[in-house]
T-cell receptor
């Protein structure tokens, strides 16, 4: 079974530029998550999708971050304009909900963003 | 919100020896899951072991076992017969029974000394 695919693996941009990350979840996983992992910290949830609808984006800095999941499969996370404090690893994860239970929660390898 | 605390930023262990990583958490819920994830330099979060809060028996996966103390809200990971490939960041995580997101601790960097 293929895992969660993410690209690019690394990205370096200057502050105030824009950047986009791409995620392809495991086939059949309706739920997709974006996490931000700042150096020295654990991952923190930014946004959760169920199919192509947003379930939770309470921790997404909406003035500069946006995300979409077209057709309920692939997703993109965008930052515009980037700030120095956005330097982090951006992890995508996906899972399968059956009833009230969450199965197969799988993380991708992330994109390491450096803002200079 | 739930909080997860890992008080050991770094740990080291001799190859073939045993090491225990500590984790405490805070929650008002009675039904939840606890996890230990390993994050090697490849950055992918790899599930090591999972514990359901309603189960009194401690989870075990080969060389990995946990000591789950629900009343004390403690969830430690024991790695036996440590191997060089165990070197990584280890994250303790909480997820409610019907929850969507993980709450992670700040991680423990484990070094395995040959």
């Amino acid at each position: 079974e293929a895992g969660v695919a993410q690209s690019p693996r690394y990205k370096i941009i200057e502050k105030r530029q824009s950047v986009a990350f791409w995620c392809n979840p495991i086939s059949g996983h309706a739920t997709l998550y974006w996490y931000q992992q700042i150096l020295g910290q654990g991952p923190k949830l930014l946004i959760q999708f169920q199919n192509n609808g947003v379930v939770d984006d309470s921790q997404l800095p909406k003035d500069r971050f946006s995300a979409e999941r077209l057709k309920g499969v692939d997703s993109t996370l965008k930052i515009q304009p980037a700030k120095l404090e956005d330097s982090a690893v951006y992890l995508c994860a996906s899972s399968l909900w059956q009833g009230r239970s969450n199965y197969g929660y799988t993380f991708g390898s992330g994109t390491r963003l450096t803002v200079v | 919100a739930q909080t997860v605390t890992q008080s050991q930023p770094e740990m080291s262990v001799q190859e073939a020896e045993t090491v225990t990583l500590s984790c405490t958490y805070d929650t008002s819920e009675s039904d939840y899951y606890l996890f230990w994830y390993k994050q090697p330099p490849s950055r992918q979060m790899i599930l090591v072991i999972r514990q359901e809060a309603y189960k009194q028996q401690n989870a075990t996966e080969n060389r990995f076992s946990v000591n789950f103390q629900k009343a004390a809200k403690s969830f430690s990971l024991k790695i036996s017969d440590s191997q060089l490939g165990d070197a990584a960041m280890y994250f303790c995580a909480y997820r409610s029974n019907t929850g969507n997101q993980f709450y992670f601790g700040t991680g423990t960097s484990l070094t395995v000394i040959p």
